[in-house]
């Protein structure tokens, strides 16, 4: 079975033949995924503000410019250190503000490679205890060190750096000003709908993510379960006949092709729609996610507009009652 680094890369780099270039290439292909560091930033955005929503406190953004937005690398080690550590942050930040930020570096002599340094600063004491050694710990376990520092005036800073392949230098440019405009976008309903008959499933080991989407779909009032693990999908699944089924392709133990196969069963049957929730929405991706077994893909960070064309496509008729149109936001 082809990865979809395999697929995706020959839409990115000419077959020339040459023996270095071979070797480079076999290089990447193991070294993680290809994915959009945009859409990789205003997913943990998402998350990160959700939680400064509730405690009341700023969410500010403080990315490098020129930070290249075609990556590949470990995509799962990424959000899993940038969700608990901006978690922890919120956590120990009664008020104030958190600042997101992202720096790079060119690593020498390899044009193809960067280093990334995420930070999270709070203002504040700053997170303390145990919750800082959990991180600490954690971070030792991925192989990568977890680095603080005193703000003077402000609070703490809390950084750690990666290194990625670079699949094109298109520069990440003013996050925050493409942030909110994405979000302006998502949370613009262009035709009011409702399905109070209607049930589906969504399976993300990501809580914020699940409270994300539901909440996008609030207005719908359509009927949804979730589920935070590829088995817990697999027993809801089995228990209940969903009309959709959402499905996290990048899920720790059981990713979302094992669960989905799991779901189908041995002969591969489905009479469920399957939709893969994934980052990596690049070129070559659905071609591969079809090949799969899925029905569809839609996007993190989930849209409105995207959202409204997956159900209103994948729904059955008879569940969907159409309404005026109306904007939510």
């Known amino acids: 079975m082809n990865s979809i680094a395999e697929l995706i890369k020959k839409g990115l780099h000419k077959v020339t033949g040459k023996r270095q270039e071979s070797k480079e290439q076999s290089r990447k292909e193991i ?15 998402d998350a990160l503000g959700e939680i400064c ?5 700023d969410a ?51 044009e193809d490679r960067v280093m990334l340094t995420f930070s999270i600063m709070c203002t504040g004491d700053g997170i303390s205890g145990q919750d800082l050694s959990e991180l600490n710990e954690l971070f030792k376990a991925e192989g990568c060190s977890l680095m603080t520092e005193a703000v003077p005036d402000l609070g703490a800073k ?26 302006r976008k998502r949370m613009t309903i262009r035709e009011k709908f409702i399905c109070p008959e209607a049930c589906i499933l969504i399976v993300d080991d990501n809580p914020m993510n699940l409270e994300v989407i539901k909440s996008l779909l609030e207005t719908t009032k359509i009927k949804i379960d979730t589920a935070e693990s590829g088995d817990e999908g697999i027993a809801k699944a089995a228990e ?19 669960t989905l196969r799991e779901m189908c069963g041995e002969e591969g049957k489905k009479d469920t729609v399957m939709v893969c929730l994934t980052a ?5 991706a659905k071609r591969w996610y079809l090949s799969e077994g899925f029905d569809d893909y839609l996007a993190k960070p989930v849209s409105a507009e995207r959202m409204e064309e997956i159900l209103l496509k994948y729904l059955p008729d008879e569940k969907v009652i159409m309404g005026t149109e109306v904007y939510n936001g």
């Open 53 to 57: 929503i509730r405690r009341e406190i």
């Open 31 to 45: 070294e993680g995924e290809y994915f959009d560091l945009f859409l990789l930033l205003c997913e943990e955005a």
């Open 60 to 110: 500010a953004f403080d990315m490098a410019w020129g930070t290249p937005k075609q990556l590949y690398g470990n995509v799962k080690q990424i959000k899993k250190l940038l969700s608990e550590l901006s978690g922890k942050a919120a956590e120990h930040t009664d008020k104030g503000k958190i600042v997101f930020g992202l720096s790079f570096e060119k690593k020498e002599n390899e």
């Open 280 to 284: 990596n929405a690049i070129s070559g």
């Open 158 to 183: 809390y950084y750690f750096t990666l290194e990625t392949g670079v699949a094109a230098w298109e520069p990440l440019g003013s996050f925050e000003k493409a942030y909110n405009e994405d979000l």
């Open 240 to 258: 209940k006949k969903y009309d959709l089924i959402f499905l996290d392709h990048m899920m720790p133990d059981k990713d979302g092709i094992e």
